[in-house]
């Protein structure tokens, strides 16, 4: 049974593989060697062919396993930070570890740190009494809030709605002369962002 990919033309498995790169459509269509003037077209056409469709998810899955990057690995990176105890970072006597003692979990909640020597003294009298360690740890918070949104914790409101001068504008466009009295009822309540109550449902 033949691939997805041994299917496709030469320039869209070129295209598949170039989308990869960074997910832009429109720029992996002028890479592929399609028309730079119609690209964003052209992009936008080619992910919806279900032919480039299936051969790009099945490289995005070869490299996920590549990589181990399967969605309870990230959940589990990301439950990490998010819970991350900063004691992990201290010896028994409070004093901070050397990068090289910390446990692997530990070290990639470091999103960076910088180490400064201490100086006290001019000249040939100066010499290094101490060093500054600072630890910028990753974003617990963000990390909290994405595994709150795995969870369904939370719910996006949009809400949609016109402002004064918009419904003053359409208000002189529309001819409400022949207007039934629920039309009217109905467009009141759009304008005013309420509902309608009573009536057929």
């Known amino acids: 049974m033949k691939s997805a990919s041994s299917k496709l033309t030469t320039k869209r498995k070129l295209f598949a593989m170039e989308y990869l790169k960074d997910l832009n459509a429109t720029q992996a269509a002028i890479r592929a060697g399609y028309s730079e003037k119609g690209a964003e077209v052209t992009g936008f056409n080619l992910l919806r062919n279900t032919k480039v469709a299936a051969e790009i998810q099945a490289a995005m899955n070869r490299r996920a396993e590549r990589l181990t990057l399967t969605s309870d690995y990230t959940l589990r990176a990301i439950t990490n930070i998010g819970h991350f105890d900063p004691r992990k970072l201290f010896d028994e006597k409070g004093n901070l570890k050397d990068i090289s003692d910390l446990d692997a979990d530990t070290a990639r909640n470091i999103a960076g740190f910088e180490f400064v020597t201490l100086y006290e003294g001019e000249g040939d009298q100066k010499h290094a009494f101490g060093q500054r360690r600072k630890i910028r740890l990753r974003d617990s918070l963000r990390a909290l809030e994405l595994e709150g949104r795995h969870q369904k914790l939370f719910t996006d409101k949009v809400e949609h709605g016109l402002d004064d001068d918009t419904k003053r504008f359409l208000a ?19 304008a005013t962002g309420g509902s309608r109550s009573g009536g057929d449902k």
Do not use: I
């Open 172 to 190: 002189t466009k529309l001819d409400l002369t022949n207007a039934t009295p629920e039309q009217l009822a109905e467009l009141t309540a759009f």
